[in-house]
């Protein structure tokens, strides 16, 4: 299987810290993206299947805190201007 997309990211919670992560796989066969993450809020470690479309979505499965995973370019634009 050729990997179409791929990425592992860190992920903040409501208080801004660091404390959760995201691993993003899309194979050029699936329609969908295969997703491992942790989340930043409860702790929660989880695996789901979504449609792959950017930004990336997702809700926790425990407590539902919404996450998203957005361009590195766009994410590296903001810590710029941010500065």
């Known amino acids: 299987m050729e990997i179409q997309y791929i990425s592992n990211r860190e992920l903040k919670n409501s208080k801004g810290e660091v404390k959760g992560k ?3 796989i899309k194979f050029k066969e699936e329609e969908t993206a295969r ?3 942790k989340c930043p809020e409860c702790g929660y470690e ?3 299947r979504l449609p792959f479309k950017k930004p990336f979505r997702f809700s926790c499965q425990r ?3 919404k996450m998203k995973v957005i361009s590195l370019r766009t994410e590296i634009k903001k810590e710029i201007k941010g500065k």
């Open 22 to 24: 995201v691993r993003i």
């Open 35 to 37: 997703v491992k993450y």
């Open 46 to 48: 989880g695996e789901i």
């Open 63 to 65: 407590c539902g805190f």
